[in-house]
């Protein structure tokens, strides 16, 4: 069986459906499919069911990319502003919870059934439990073979995100077809995922697991000031998701456990007015006290803070304000929520996300080299990016 279409989208996630949607609005005769059989399946599990939609503080600044322009043009003609107002006209409850993260009241299927509202009211079709498979370049467009038939388009639309989260069905399809149509690639990698460690390194994180800090973590340029968690394989919470990012083989992470307080200046303070104090005790006040009876154990033991000279009390903030670890690895694809790196922005126009060499070929969402934040970025790069291509396919 063989059909027709204008638009074909390959992807029925966030990107996807917001795509189709406006392109079905411009008049446009609008095919949508995916090989799950449900739509909006990350939308559906994100924000623990809530779905963190988007994010008030949404800047290009906290978008990780080859190229840190390239967010800029999609991200300014449709912005989170423009995304709120269609969730409250559809009068969907929503709240901030923290650092501009918004989340629905109620349930992350609010979104997707904006979504395939939308697109239903564009007059687009959307096929489920339909596998992509090979393209083919054509005078009027281009030719898909798909596990329910040949669908022949004039544009179409890779937006079958990264490989994250693969028990969902996620691959490198995006990536196949930009290589075959010429497009460079970036190599994908897991991001907003925990930190792994191994052997030595690890016991003392793991004799932690379930301890949590607010704590700044810096890698690669980047510094965040978020919750850190210790796990029984590593480090994980925001401020390790947002680092990981940004982290590469071989690169340390520097650590603030104590957010900011200068344990040295704390500690002298404490030793002009306790001097009895032990030192376990002390950095209790500054940190939970599992994590500061660790560091008692690995500096100078319970010694009274009158024993301890200046250059002691350093040693002990340093394990403090400056933790300076490698990592191993990561948790990787398994639990990664979303993948850095992807399609090469050098081959795609920011404006409408089409490919340079491929006229008629778009790709938009996480399949592209554009990363986001954790708190709702990444969501409003779908909207934003598949907004921009649905004004041109």
């Keep these: ?118 697109l239903r009211n564009a007059g687009g079709e959307l096929r489920l439990g339909v596998e992509p498979g090979p393209i083919e370049r054509e005078a009027e467009g281009f030719r ?43 190599t994908p990698r897991p991001a907003l995922v925990p930190f792994t460690f191994d052997g030595p390194k690890l016991a003392p994180i793991a004799d932690l697991s379930g301890v949590s800090v607010q704590a700044s973590v810096a890698c690669g340029g980047a510094r965040f000031v978020e919750g850190l968690l210790f796990t029984h394989r590593g480090l994980s919470g925001p401020a390790a998701l947002q680092a990981s990012s940004y982290w590469s083989e071989g690169d340390d992470l520097l650590i603030d456990l104590a957010h900011g307080r200068d344990a040295y200046e ?24 599992r994590l500061a009876g660790q560091i008692v154990h690995q500096t100078h033991g319970e010694a009274r803070l009158a024993d301890l000279s200046d250059v002691k009390l350093k040693e002990v903030a340093a394990a403090v304000n400056a933790w300076r670890v490698t990592p191993d690895g990561t948790e990787g694809w398994r639990t990664a929520e979303v993948t850095a790196g992807g399609v090469d922005t050098e081959g795609l126009s920011s404006q409408t996300m089409e490919a340079k060499q491929a006229p008629g070929l778009y790709f938009i969402g996480e399949c592209v080299d554009v990363t986001g934040w954790l708190g709702g970025y990444n969501f409003q790069w779908a909207w934003s990016s598949g907004w921009a291509a649905g004004q041109a396919a």
Excluded: W
Excluded at 88 to 116: P, V
Excluded at 156 to 163: D, E, M, N, P, R
Excluded at 266 to 273: I, M, V
């Design 144 to 186: 898909v073979e798909t596990s329910g038939g040949v669908i022949r388009c004039a544009s179409l639309v890779i937006a079958t995100g990264g490989k994250s989260i693969p028990k969902m069905g996620a691959s490198g399809y995006a990536y196949d077809v930009a290589r075959a149509f010429g497009l460079e690639v970036v």
């Design 266 to 289: 704390a500690l002298r303070a404490e030793r002009t007015a306790r001097p009895k104090l032990t030192l376990g005790v002390a950095l209790s006040h500054l940190l939970p006290k």
């Design 1 to 118: 069986m063989t059909t027709t279409t204008d638009v074909l989208v390959i992807g029925a996630g966030a990107a996807g459906l917001m795509c189709a949607a406006e392109a079905g609005r411009r008049g446009r005769k609008v095919c949508v499919i995916d090989h799950n059989d449900a739509p909006g399946e990350k939308i559906r599990i994100s924000g623990g069911g809530r779905c963190n939609f988007t994010n008030l503080n949404t800047t290009p600044d906290a978008f990780l990319s080859n190229n840190p322009r390239f967010p800029i043009s999609a991200l300014k003609r449709f912005s989170q502003h423009d995304f709120i107002a269609r969730v409250s006209a559809r009068n969907i409850a929503f709240h901030e919870k923290t650092l501009g993260q918004l989340f629905c009241d109620g349930s992350a299927k609010q979104i997707i059934a904006l979504l395939l509202d939308d």
